[in-house]
């Protein structure tokens, strides 16, 4: 099996994050090519659901930026990475008072200090909350990820202080400007494509990867094929092997008609 895997933020989804009949049958007219096809986000379990179903997704997805591999099937995580509760308080401890902070574990998603992006960002991801004064009150074994939102001059900042500060003891990453997330050291988008690959029992060479932010690079890198969309971060561009004009999934849609003319020439060496 060759196997598909693209992000959804940015590349799958259009302007309104919906995945519209366009994209649903572009992923069709993939299948009909012998690819597998499976989401690569930093969404969690919530937030990236209906987009599973909607796209009748059958394939193991990987959400929290590589954090989880998550079966669609039994709704439960076939792989899963949580935060080292020592890290974890230190990023908390560490945090501004000017951007809200929140804690993903398993079951819930507790915030702190709400400024005015975050409403935005929780209607963009679908996702709810439980508002918390400190996090005393919450278990911290189990944490998934923790994420900052904020305008992106603070975050621009937050970005650089945290890469720096949490050398070593947990990865950083970038995938929306007004998004900074803390996840487990060395997880990520890449890490998490070659579990699934094992999983699969899917060659790396054997596989697509498509994404457009910063937290796709590793992932990019890693598949056999790395493409990026059209408006894709300009360091992601210079990280893959193809980068296509169409933004968003027009971008899938030009990767689509590649694939279909070199399918042909192959065919019409025979």
Same mark, same amino acid.
């Given at each position: 099996m060759k196997l598909l895997v693209t992000d959804l933020d940015g590349t799958l989804l259009d302007e309104e994050h919906k995945i519209n009949d366009e994209a649903l049958l572009l992923l069709k007219e993939f299948e009909s090519l012998g690819y597998g096809?499976?989401?690569?986000?930093?969404?969690?379990?919530?937030?990236?659901?209906?987009?599973?179903?909607?796209?009748?997704?059958? +394939? &193991?997805?990987?959400?929290?930026? !590589?954090?989880?591999?998550?079966?669609?099937?039994? =709704?439960?995580?076939? /792989? @899963?990475?949580t935060m080292e509760p020592y890290v974890l308080m230190k990023v908390i401890e560490e945090a501004p008072k000017d951007v809200s902070i929140l804690v993903f574990s398993r079951k819930d998603i507790y915030a702190l200090n709400p400024v005015k992006n975050l409403d935005g960002y929780l209607q963009r991801d679908?996702?709810?909350?439980?508002?918390?004064?400190?996090f005393r009150e919450v278990d911290m074994r189990g944490v998934i990820?923790?994420?900052?939102?904020?305008?992106?001059?603070?975050?621009?900042?937050?970005?650089?202080?945290?890469?720096?500060n949490l050398r070593g003891k947990a990865s950083?990453?970038?995938?929306?400007?007004?998004?900074?997330?803390? +996840? &487990?050291?060395?997880?990520?988008? !890449?890490?998490?494509l070659?579990?699934?690959?094992? =999983?699969?029992?899917? /060659? @790396?060479?054997?596989?697509?990867a498509v994404g457009d932010s910063m937290n796709d690079i590793e992932m990019l890198r890693t598949a056999g094929l790395g493409v990026a969309v059209g408006n894709a971060w300009e360091d992601v561009k210079k990280s893959v092997d193809v980068v296509v004009k169409g933004e968003r999934y027009k971008g899938l849609q030009e990767l689509l008609q590649m694939i279909k003319r070199s399918v042909l020439n192959e065919k019409s060496k025979i």
């Open positions: 096809i499976t989401f690569a986000t930093g969404r969690s379990v919530p937030a990236a659901l209906f987009y599973i179903k909607h796209a009748g997704i059958k +394939l &193991p997805v990987i959400l929290f930026n !590589g954090c989880m591999i998550f079966d669609p099937l039994t =709704l439960k995580p076939l /792989k @899963l990475y679908g996702i709810a909350c439980k508002f918390v004064d400190n990820k923790v994420l900052f939102v904020g305008s992106q001059k603070r975050l621009d900042e937050l970005f650089e202080f945290l890469s720096l950083v990453v970038r995938s929306e400007p007004d998004l900074v997330e803390i +996840l &487990p050291l060395g997880v990520n988008k !890449g890490t998490g070659m579990e699934l690959s094992k =999983l699969l029992n899917v /060659k @790396l060479s054997d596989v697509i």
